[in-house]
C-alpha cells in the first residue's frame, strides 16, 4: 500500500499552484490600481464576507474530486440547512446555537445520503449529488413554505453568531470597524483538513482511490468506506457554509439563493490544481482558486465591467486549469 500512497499523494508544490497564486496577486494589483473603491478596508471585507462560505464549499467539494467524484448539491445544500436551521431559530424561538447544530447535521445526513448513493449503490456521483441538489433545493422552499429566512440581526438576541465571521470593533471615534474573524476559521479549517488529507489514513486512502479505485480495492482499501468519507465530509463543510452564509447576509434568504453557487466552489477547486479525474489536489490550492473567484466577484463591477464578465473569464481560467490537469496526467501516463 505504500507505493500506492505514495504516487496517489498531491505534491506541496507544483507548477499549476504556482501560476494560480500569481494570478491571484496579480488581480488584486491590477484592481488595486484601476479602482480606488478596491483597495478600500470596507470593500476588502466585503469580498471576505463571500469569501468564507465559498472557501468552506470548496473544502468538502475538494474531498470528493479527489476521490474521483464530485459534489453538486453544496450550493443548494449550503442554502437549505441555512434556511431549516433559521426557521428553527426564527419560527420556532429554538436558541441559535441549536440552529447551528442543526445545519451541521442537515449537512452530515445529506453528505451520507450522497456517499450511500455513490460508494453502495455505485451511482455516478455527476447524477447522484444532481438527484440531492434538487432534493435540498426543493426542500428549503417546502420546509419554508415558500418565505424567506432571517436568522437574527447582529444588534438583536442571537446576533452574537454574526461574530464568528465578522466582529464589529468601537473605535475612538464611536463608529465600529469591521473585524474579519472568520478569516481566523477558514484558516484552522484549511490547516486542519490539509492535514486530514495529506497525513492521515482517511486522506491517502481517499487520494489512493482517486488515482485508481481498483489498484486501492485490491490493495486493502475499503473503498466504500472511504469514499463515504469524502462525501460526509463534503456535507459537513456545507452545513459549516450555511453558518457562514447566513452570517454573512445581513437580508432573508430564499430558496433560490443557492442556484449556481456549487459551480463557484468546485471551479475554484479546479483553478486551485484538484484534478477532474481525481487523485491529486490541495486544500490550499482550493483556497487561492476561490480568492481568484471572490477578487473577480468583487474587483470587475469596481473597474466599470458587469458580473456577466466574471464568468466570461472564470470560463476562461478553467479552461486552462483543465487543459493543464489533462496535458499533466498525459506525462504521467
Not at 438527484?131 to 422552499?141: A, K
Request: charge should be positive; aromatic fraction near 8%; hydrophobic fraction near 50%.
Amino acid at each position: 500500500m505504500q507505493t500506492l500512497n505514495k504516487s496517489g499523494r498531491t505534491r506541496k508544490f507544483d507548477l499549476q499552484r504556482i501560476v494560480v497564486l500569481a494570478v491571484a496577486i496579480v488581480l488584486a494589483a491590477v484592481f488595486s490600481i484601476a479602482s480606488k473603491e478596491f483597495r478600500q478596508y470596507t470593500t476588502i471585507v466585503t469580498l471576505l464576507d463571500s469569501f468564507y462560505y465559498f472557501a468552506f464549499m470548496s473544502i468538502g467539494v475538494t474531498f470528493c474530486l479527489i476521490s474521483g467524484g464530485n459534489d453538486l448539491s453544496v450550493g443548494t445544500g449550503m442554502v437549505c440547512y441555512a434556511m431549516i436551521a433559521g426557521m428553527l431559530v426564527k419560527d420556532f424561538g429554538c436558541p441559535v446555537w441549536v440552529g447551528m447544530i442543526v445545519a451541521l447535521v442537515l449537512g452530515l445526513i445529506f453528505g451520507a445520503l450522497n456517499g450511500v448513493m455513490v460508494s453502495i449503490m455505485n451511482l455516478p456521483a455527476f447524477i447522484a449529488t444532481l438527484c440531492t441538489m434538487l432534493i435540498t433545493r426543493g426542500l428549503s422552499s417546502v420546509a419554508c413554505g415558500g418565505a424567506s429566512i432571517s436568522w437574527p440581526a447582529r444588534a438583536s438576541e442571537g446576533g452574537w453568531f454574526r461574530n464568528i465571521f465578522k466582529y464589529m470593533m468601537p473605535n475612538a471615534l464611536g463608529k465600529k470597524t469591521p473585524i474579519p474573524t472568520g478569516l481566523i476559521v477558514v484558516l484552522i479549517a484549511v490547516i486542519l483538513m490539509s492535514i486530514i488529507l495529506n497525513k492521515t489514513r482517511v486522506g491517502r486512502y481517499i487520494i489512493a482511490i482517486g488515482s485508481n479505485k481498483e489498484a486501492a480495492r485490491l490493495s486493502g482499501v475499503n473503498v466504500v468506506k472511504y469514499q463515504m468519507f469524502a462525501y460526509i465530509i463534503s456535507g459537513l463543510f456545507a452545513g459549516i457554509a450555511g453558518i457562514a452564509f447566513a452570517a454573512s447576509n445581513a437580508s432573508s434568504i430564499t430558496a433560490s439563493s443557492g442556484l449556481g453557487l456549487e459551480l463557484d466552489a468546485i471551479g475554484g477547486a479546479i483553478i486551485g490544481g484538484t484534478s477532474m479525474t481525481g487523485g491529486s489536489g490541495s486544500i490550499i490550492g482550493s483556497m487561492i482558486g476561490v480568492l481568484i473567484l471572490a477578487l473577480l466577484k468583487n474587483g470587475l463591477p469596481k473597474i466599470g465591467l458587469t458580473g456577466d464578465w466574471q464568468h466570461v473569464i472564470t470560463g476562461i481560467i478553467l479552461i486552462a486549469a483543465i487543459w493543464f490537469d489533462v496535458i499533466k496526467n498525459r506525462k504521467k501516463a
